[in-house]
């Protein structure tokens, strides 16, 4: 795993940016989204994306194994998103998760743990839907991050507000930082946005992920995402205390990099992700397709 580490350059800031907090004009943050939209390809060849087809592939770190996962991500605005993914060293067949409006994409479906004696009853019909719920808000969230990279924008499908924070400084250049929000509930999404204050360019995304649950919690187990690393946890601020003997949890952070042409629009083809100090995954893109027909089933719930 250390090669992994070490072949994968540091992209944008690095994690211990200095911010020095000044006090920005009140439209800040729409004139920072502004600009990275432009150097993206534009506000008008934006607008006028209506479909995107990516494919690529993953490496992921899974204990002491480096796993390689190939995907095609299905993009529909303003509210269908679906990834399905293969790993060709297992013999399983291909996993997808995604939505359709507020409609869970999953195949293969979840299905709760059997009660055995002495252990746990089966979660009730509740609890599943609340593990449900819990589910799709996790892949709206994987959602809204990645359009954060693509497009420097946000969707009806989980719409986000921006507010300026700061510049922040560090070795390999500036940024100005915004705090992106999600609607407001549990597990709401808070995090901050680091663009590039010479390209313009989204450089990079943090959050905080939360604690785990205390042990004897009667609470549905949240779902997992498409990996044993959670992909889109609650953020910065609604995560519940640490215990006490406990560190707090890692900082998540999505680096954006080797931005290249594609169907006019200047689009990220790496993607690295790390927990901390830690990379836990890098996405590699072949290529994007824009407004492509896509077939209608692929945002079907499969039976």
């Given at each position: 795993m250390r090669t992994f580490g070490q072949s994968i350059a540091v992209i944008g800031l690095a994690a211990s940016v200095l911010v020095r907090a000044q006090p920005p004009p009140g439209d800040a943050a729409a004139r920072v989204?502004?600009?990275?939209?432009?150097?993206?390809?534009?506000?008008?060849?934006?607008?006028?994306?209506?479909t995107m087809v990516a494919t690529g592939r993953t490496r992921q770190v899974r204990g002491d194994n480096l796993v390689p996962i190939e995907f095609e991500i299905a993009i529909e605005l303003p509210d269908k998103y679906v990834r399905k993914d293969e790993i060709p060293a297992q013999e399983s067949g291909p996993t997808t998760t995604g939505f359709s409006g507020d409609t869970l994409l999953q195949f293969p479906a979840a299905s709760p743990p059997p009660g055995r004696a002495g252990g746990p009853p089966p979660p009730t019909a509740d609890q599943?839907?609340?593990?449900?719920?819990?589910?799709?808000?996790?892949?709206?969230?994987?959602?809204?991050r990645l359009l954060l990279g693509l497009f420097a924008g946000t969707s009806p499908a989980y719409p986000l507000t921006f507010t300026y924070v700061a510049k922040a400084e560090a070795p390999q250049g500036k940024a100005d930082v915004l705090e992106a929000k999600?609607?407001?509930?549990?597990?709401?999404?808070?995090?901050?946005?680091?663009?590039?204050?010479?390209?313009h360019l989204p450089i990079m995304l943090?959050?905080?992920?939360?604690?785990?649950?205390?042990?004897?919690?009667?609470a549905a187990p949240e779902p997992q995402s498409r990996d044993s690393v959670p992909?889109?946890?609650?953020?910065?601020?609604?995560?519940?205390?640490?215990?006490?003997?406990?560190?707090?949890?890692?900082?998540?952070?999505?680096?954006?990099?080797?931005?290249?042409?594609?169907?006019?629009?200047?689009?990220?083809?790496?993607?690295?992700?790390?927990?901390g100090a830690d990379t836990v995954e890098e996405t590699t893109f072949d290529g994007f397709k824009i407004n492509a027909k896509i077939d209608a089933k692929k945002f079907e719930v499969r039976k």
């Open positions: 989204i502004a600009a990275a939209r432009q150097a993206l390809g534009g506000e008008q060849k934006l607008a006028a994306v209506k599943q839907a609340a593990a449900a719920r819990q589910r799709l808000n996790t892949v709206k969230q994987d959602f809204a999600g609607p407001p509930g549990q597990g709401a999404f808070a995090a901050r946005l680091f663009i590039n204050d010479a390209t943090t959050w905080i992920a939360p604690a785990p649950s205390p042990r004897g919690s009667r992909a889109a946890p609650p953020a910065r601020g609604d995560a519940p205390a640490a215990p006490a003997d406990q560190p707090p949890p890692p900082e998540s952070r999505l680096y954006f990099a080797d931005y290249r042409e594609a169907g006019g629009l200047q689009l990220p083809f790496r993607i690295r992700r790390a927990l």
